[in-house]
């Protein structure tokens, strides 16, 4: 494993438009620093939640807000995704189906609450 990249694994891995996707670190903290909004997913007694919330990115740890009270009351062990998504610009159309993303960037993580 490159020290530069994140490991891709089974779970982590895009499958539509591979190509386009980026495992280098740069790059995913590139879109982590300019993102101030998340989506933290996670499942508790086997119902699934995604809350949106502020974060802040230092080294490798990222800082969740929120309080241990509120449905973020993440415990420690328990696996969470926490996505950043940037929207550079969009193309409208007439019909909600034809709208389209373009300069779409995000970061997905996949870990285990500290």
Do not use: N, W
Not at 13 to 20: D, F, K
Not at 30 to 56: K, R, S
Not at 60 to 71: A, C, I, N, P, V
Not at 75 to 83: I, L, S
Request: aromatic share 8%; proline share 4%; glycine share 8%.
């Amino acid at each position: 494993m490159d020290a530069d990249h994140y490991r891709r694994t089974e779970r982590t891995q895009v499958r539509r438009l591979p190509e386009r996707a980026a495992y280098d670190r740069a790059t995913v903290h590139a879109i982590l620093d300019e993102g101030f909004i998340c989506h933290v997913g996670f499942v508790v007694d086997g119902q699934p939640f995604v809350v949106p919330t502020g974060y802040a990115r230092v080294g490798e740890t990222l800082y969740l807000h929120g309080s241990t009270e509120s449905r973020l009351g993440l415990r420690p062990g328990m696996d969470v995704c926490v996505t950043v998504t940037l929207v550079d610009g969009l193309v409208l159309a007439r019909s909600a189906f034809h709208h389209s993303s373009k300069g779409l960037r995000a970061a997905a993580t996949h870990l285990e609450a500290a």
